[in-house]
């Protein structure tokens, strides 16, 4: 099956700075790309998805990339902000039919003010 | 539109207990999936259910089974409880294509004793 592999684990920036999150897929198959945010005591909320007849796309401060020649997509955060600090988890879906998301083990996001 | 309410938010038992739990999705969803969320193995899929089918499946043991009715309400039942079953037990809702955005819950946490 689906294996999808997320670094760093944990990631520490200043106020400002830029946030880099990658993950890595082992199923040529997969075609659908999502990253999901997760607050702390809160539910996972989708901030951005990619598929894969895409090599990029972004949404304001957020932007993802995907490279499906090396099975790596990763995401980007610019001019982070304290309520960036999250967790990250990406994933990966190979469904013709449904949703069946494989996830990353997740990135722990702290922003320093 | 009210979310995707879960029910109970909080739950002990004993091992060797069976436990249900239930989730209601967003008016107009049709597909309900389950994911297993704990902090060493990340989430983790269990099954989606559409039209009361379940049309994908994880890597759980049979002790871990699920059920949808015609109002899309889902509920997801596991027997024989064992320590490891300890987890925060997210379902997520959508409207039932392929690729979606889903919509999670606030989750149950179980606990296992």
């Known amino acids: 099956g689906e294996n999808v592999e997320q670094h760093p684990s944990t990631l520490s920036v200043q106020e400002g700075d830029s946030a880099v999150i990658k993950c890595t897929y082992s199923?040529?198959?997969?075609?659908?790309f999502p990253w999901y945010k997760q607050e702390l005591g809160k539910r996972p909320q989708l901030i951005i998805d990619i598929r894969s007849n895409v090599g990029e796309k972004k949404d304001q401060r957020i932007a993802v990339t995907l490279n499906k020649t090396a099975k790596h997509f990763s995401l980007h955060i610019t001019e982070t902000q304290p309520e960036d600090s999250a967790v990250y988890f990406c994933?990966?879906?190979?469904?013709?039919?449904?949703?069946?998301?494989?996830f990353g083990g997740g990135t722990r996001l702290m922003v320093k003010p | 539109k009210a979310g995707v309410t879960q029910t109970p938010r909080y739950l002990i038992k004993t091992r060797g207990q069976q436990v249900t739990l239930s989730c209601s999705p967003i008016s107009g969803h049709r597909s309900v999936s389950w994911y297993q969320q704990t902090p060493g193995q990340g989430l983790q899929f269990l099954f989606e259910y559409f039209s009361e089918t379940q049309r994908n499946k994880g890597n759980f043991p049979g002790r871990f089974s699920g059920r949808q009715f015609s109002n899309s309400r889902s509920e997801m039942n596991v027997s024989t409880l064992e320590l490891g079953d300890s987890a925060l037990y997210l379902c997520a809702s959508s409207l039932g294509g392929a690729r979606e955005k889903l919509f999670f819950g606030s989750g149950t946490q179980l606990s296992v004793l």
């Open positions: 994933a990966a879906s190979r469904s013709r039919a449904g949703n069946m998301l494989t």
């Open positions: 199923d040529s198959a997969s075609n659908y």
